[in-house]
């Protein structure tokens, strides 16, 4: 599967942004999907993944109760609803899908290109 991530951008703290990633292909809804995000000079942390049928999500600490994530089988894309972000959720999100199970957040290995998310204090 191929995977294509946008709607970054750049937003006021407090604002809200959704992501999107896009795949390619017919085989999306047998992937567990996830976004990713790496700040300057950090490593890539995990933020939140789903389940193939979008039933079951886990997030980061950091992101809980601010991000939500979905996604629709039958658009083959899934999203990143942010809100109330801060300063330190500025990075590169990446989104990314697997075979595994979504819970594995070490069995990813299908990447898209990456969308800037910054924050302004």
């Known amino acids: 599967v191929q995977l294509q991530a946008s709607g970054g951008g750049l937003v006021q703290a407090g604002g809200s942004l959704r992501l999107s990633c896009t795949a390619s292909g017919r085989t999306f809804r047998y992937h567990a999907m996830a976004w990713f995000r790496q700040a300057p000079g950090k490593e890539r942390e995990f933020v939140a993944t789903?389940?193939?049928?979008?039933?079951?999500?886990n997030y980061a600490d950091s992101v809980k109760g601010r991000f939500t994530i979905s996604r629709d089988n039958a658009k083959n894309t899934m999203y990143l609803q942010m809100n109330s972000l801060k300063p330190e959720d500025t990075a590169v999100y990446y989104c990314?899908?697997?075979?595994?199970?979504?819970?594995?957040?070490?069995?990813?290995?299908?990447w898209g290109q990456g969308t800037q998310v910054t924050v302004s204090s």
């Open positions: 789903v389940s193939r049928d979008g039933g079951s999500r």
């Open positions: 990314a899908g697997s075979t595994n199970s979504y819970k594995n957040i070490n069995g990813y290995d299908y």
